[in-house]
């Protein structure tokens, strides 16, 4: 094959699409094993606390694998159109495809998938993933090597430093600081656990509000991508613009959800202090405030017999000296 054979260019390097996130993947295994290894524990909890401590258990793991997991997600914001575009360089070829963009905090990815997916004696699905951990120019120029589809690469040139959008800016900036007060919220959340175990509930609910705030001040900063004017992207006859996806709905939730269980934490234990603790089992000793009673006791008049206790005089202490 030549680099005018058939419609496609030669390109000598292989694609390697991106499939899914490894450090996706590793938080989740760890999550798993830190859930299974703390319900193994249920069994040697007696009584209505067992249904309490499993409740316990998977809401915090839940919300501290939500608040972990946001930081690698690619789905904040994303865009979707079906659209006939030009497939590749040099090519007057076009294609019918399903085309994507997923907005993540530390980069976007972007997909293609051709309806049906093999036109031209090719396979068109393609999920490439670029970072901004510095610069995107990089990982853009190796795009260009690989021969990634047009749309692909019309995309990710949107956010090279060089598009008059000026996406790149705003959106790394955004996901920077959404990133930053996401690990605030998982101190803040990893403290509420240490205080659940502490007699201090009150502290503990306070925390659990804490990190509700924080995850609604990435919220903020991820949001101020919106309030820029917005770049259009235009393929083929369409057109399409970003809009929040599920990453952000569900930090959303989480946030809902750590206000709803902080407020009722700091309610009870207003209402209810005593038993807060005894349902937390921290601060009960039952042993402080009860009478100790030993029962009646009896003494063995054998060891007592011939034992008499005598004054020492100074006499006595003379005359043996």
Known sequence: MTFYDDIYP?????RTSFIFS???LTIILVFLVLAVSLLLILPGIRGKSRLFWMIRIIISLFIGVVIVALNFTNDWAEARITTNATYKSFSNAVVN??????VGLYGINVTLKGNPVVQFNETIDYNEMFNWHDTIEEEYEEALEKGLPNPILYIAEKFTRGSPCGLIF?????GRYASATLWTAFCCWMLTNILFSMPVILYA???MMATAAFIFFSMASFSTIMNVPQCVFSIGTDSFETEYSHSFWLALATGVLCTLIG???VMLNFLIPEKMKEAFSVGV????DEDVSYGQGYLNSVFLDGV???PLTSKGTAEHI
């Open 263 to 265: 407020i009722l934490v």
């Open 97 to 102: 495809a399903d085309i994507g963009l997923h």
């Open 205 to 207: 609910g306070y925390m």
């Open 10 to 14: 030669f390109y000598p390097l292989q």
């Open 22 to 24: 490894g450090c996706l």
């Open 308 to 310: 008499t206790i005598s």
């Open 170 to 174: 705003q959106y790394r900036y955004s």
């Open 285 to 288: 000793d039952s042993y402080e």
